[in-house]
């Protein structure tokens, strides 16, 4: 009797007990070494003297200015990426025009260069010996070593997370209920607003919390385009730095457990939205399929 007869399911490779848990031991301890470990360690080391330590440290002004500048930047930078991010998954998947390849294309550029090489190249652009930064300097304009460059460098990492989760997305639902909306009389406005959003907008939060993590995270291209000013233009990672330069490892420990923190709410935010279906494993199946499935 054959396999589809007898209702018996073929064997898989690695289904034997031995290697399955031999292969499931090895994950967990990679996991615990190189994931639980350092996060322990951080904890451990935060409160290595004490609550009054810890607190003298999260208090002190120039942490209190680094938190302060990390979350000013991400008030600025996640809600610009958000309008991006949606308005290339509009373009890239409501649309069909000559060079639709090559803005996804650029749109992946950030993904695939290094943050220190972005810094330097916004030195480049912006620097008093860059393209603009000439024209910068005698209209008084500030770009390099202050809030502005801090933005555009977390700006140009970050740009690709909101679009990156749309545009699967949109690609598979289609555009046939924008089509009929349009159809009955509905503006591009009311459209969006009444159709396309509450199809995306679990995938739109997702996006967005990845954004808001890496902006609140990055270190390599605001550490070349801040200047590393203490108390001026140090974001919190930058902060970090500092401290553990200055011999201040637990200080140091102590502001990283905020970034820790914020992982950790990263991870529990991004597990929530992906029960709500947002992320890649969650992906809808066409508007056909959908419809199909609907008629049986």
Not at 132 to 144: E, M, N, R, V, Y
Not at 180 to 185: D, E, I, P, R, V
Not at 241 to 266: H, K, M, P, R, W
Request: aromatic share 8%.
């Amino acid at each position: 009797m054959s396999q589809a007869t007898s209702g018996r399911r073929p064997p898989r490779v690695g289904d034997a007990p031995l290697f399955k848990y031999a292969l499931i031991g090895v994950v967990l301890l990679l996991v615990l070494f190189f994931v639980v470990a350092p996060l322990a360690v951080i904890g451990i080391e935060a409160f290595s003297r004490g609550v009054p330590y810890f607190a003298a440290t999260i208090t002190d002004p120039d942490t209190r200015h680094a938190i302060g500048l990390t979350v000013l930047t991400a008030l600025i930078a996640v809600p610009v990426n958000t309008i991006f991010g949606v308005a290339a998954a509009w373009a890239l998947t409501k649309h069909d025009f000559r060079g639709k390849r090559l803005l996804t294309i650029l749109i992946e550029i950030p993904f695939s260069v290094s943050p220190v090489v972005a810094g330097v190249a916004y030195l480049f652009v912006y620097g008093l010996q860059g393209i603009f930064g000439p024209a910068l300097d005698s209209a008084g304009l500030k770009i390099l070593f202050a809030l502005p460059g801090i933005v555009l460098a977390s700006m140009f990492v970050t740009a690709p997370f909101v679009a990156r989760e749309l545009i699967p997305l949109m690609q598979a639902q289609g555009r046939d209920l924008e089509e009929a909306a349009t159809s009955l009389g509905a503006s591009g406005m009311r459209t969006f607003l009444s159709v396309t959003l509450p199809n995306i907008k679990w995938a739109l939060l997702y996006g967005v919390v990845l954004c808001n993590a890496r902006v609140m995270g990055e270190f390599g291209a605001v550490s070349i385009v801040s200047g590393n000013i203490r108390g001026q233009t140090n974001t919190l990672p930058l902060h970090i730095e500092l401290l553990y330069q200055d011999y201040n490892a637990v200080g140091a420990f102590a502001a990283a457990s905020i970034l820790a923190t914020l992982a950790l709410v990263t991870l529990v935010a991004k597990v929530l939205l992906e029960r709500q279906g947002a992320g890649r494993r969650n992906r809808p199946t066409t508007l056909a399929g959908n419809t199909s499935e609907k008629n049986s």
